[in-house]
């Protein structure tokens, strides 16, 4: 069956420095990947979305994500965290029958 | 601009009770979602539909029915609610595969 591995379920960075989260998935073929955002008590977010095109892709809010299919990863980062970006962080994989999955997740705090 | 509408936002049910939430979407999209949040857990597939007149398991369809009324609404029905049923629902569409999805604000549920 079709994943999506997050490899980090938590991630701790101070205001001004670099976001990492990363993000695996499996597949026979290469999907559609999203990263979408959860801030408390909200609905999700789309922050970026790669569809086979370039494979770095840029979102809202500064965030970026690169595809490599030798890694079959597609992580996310941003060069300079603020404190708004404190929230929860979803990899999403989809594939051509809309079976869409989602990582279990990573919350991001960011320390002042 | 209403985009997905799910209701009821809050919901509290006794055990072996039914109940329907309900999901209705104004963008014309083709595929429409239902989801369950649980902490740690990411969200979970529970039922998609990718047209009209069209429904599929996801990967926790057990104790759950859906229907997909028209292109506009996709309803999920609990037929005896357990206390595993206790999560946030989520409601989302998109315009088919590999397309982003919009999602609703989500239904808090808890099953006593």
């Known amino acids: 069956a079709q994943s999506v591995t997050q490899l980090d379920s938590h991630v701790s960075v101070s205001e001004g420095t670099p976001v990492l989260l990363r993000c695996n998935y499996s597949?026979?073929?290469?999907?559609?990947l999203f990263w979408y955002v959860q801030h408390p008590n909200k609905g999700l977010q789309l922050l970026l979305k790669?569809?086979?095109?370039?494979?770095l892709v840029k979102g809202i809010n500064g965030f970026e994500a690169e595809f490599k299919k030798s890694e079959t990863s597609f992580h996310l980062t941003k060069p300079s965290a603020h404190m708004s970006d404190a929230a929860e962080y979803f990899c999403?994989?989809?594939?051509?029958?809309?079976?869409?999955?989602f990582g279990a997740g990573t919350r991001l705090t960011v320390k002042p | 601009n209403a985009g997905v509408t799910q209701t009821p936002k809050f919901q509290v049910l006794k055990t072996g009770q039914s109940m329907t939430l309900q999901c209705a979407q104004d963008?014309?999209?083709?595929?429409m979602y239902w989801y369950r949040q649980d902490p740690g857990m990411g969200l979970r597939l529970i039922y998609y539909?990718?047209?009209?007149?069209?429904?599929d398991k996801g990967e926790v369809p057990n104790g759950y029915n859906v229907s997909r009324l028209n292109k506009r609404e996709f309803s999920l029905r609990l037929e005896s609610a357990a206390p595993s049923q206790t999560s946030v629902y989520f409601c989302?569409?998109?315009?088919?595969?590999?397309?982003?999805?919009?999602f609703g604000q989500g239904t808090r549920l808890t099953v006593v």
């Open positions: 790669y569809t086979s095109a370039a494979t």
């Open positions: 999403v994989a989809t594939y051509n029958n809309n079976d869409m999955r």
């Open positions: 597949s026979s073929y290469s999907p559609s």
């Open positions: 539909s990718a047209s009209e007149g069209t429904t």
């Open positions: 989302a569409s998109s315009r088919g595969p590999r397309t982003e999805a919009f």
């Open positions: 963008m014309n999209h083709n595929s």
